[in-house]
């Protein structure tokens, strides 16, 4: 699902085997498509990418599965996003449709 959000959002993502990455500064626009859309963002992890691979980074890692409401998930991953986001970072979003 995150593929095509970003697809119809006109965000760039890279594309692995296991998971669609959002770059960090592409993180908003991102979100808000996600809002649009009415999806729920149950949690985030973030990685760099190296070589043909992908390192997580352990700080940079949200549990939102607990909140119900799709708009609050996007305004706490929101601003999770903007107090971790560095250059290289890349996130993967679990999503639900709300």
């Known amino acids: 699902m995150a593929h095509h959000i970003a697809k119809s959002a ?42 043909d691979g992908r390192r997580p980074d352990m700080e940079a890692i949200l549990d939102l599965s607990s909140i119900e409401d799709a708009n609050r998930s996007v305004d706490e991953a929101q601003a999770f996003v903007a107090e971790v986001c560095r250059d290289g970072l890349m996130f993967e979003f679990q999503l639900a449709s709300s």
């Open 10 to 51: 006109g965000v760039p993502f890279h594309l692995t085997a296991t998971a669609t990455l959002i770059a960090c500064s592409e993180a908003s626009v991102f979100l808000e498509a996600c809002r649009t859309e009415r999806v729920k963002i149950l949690g985030t992890e973030g990685f760099d990418l190296v070589g």
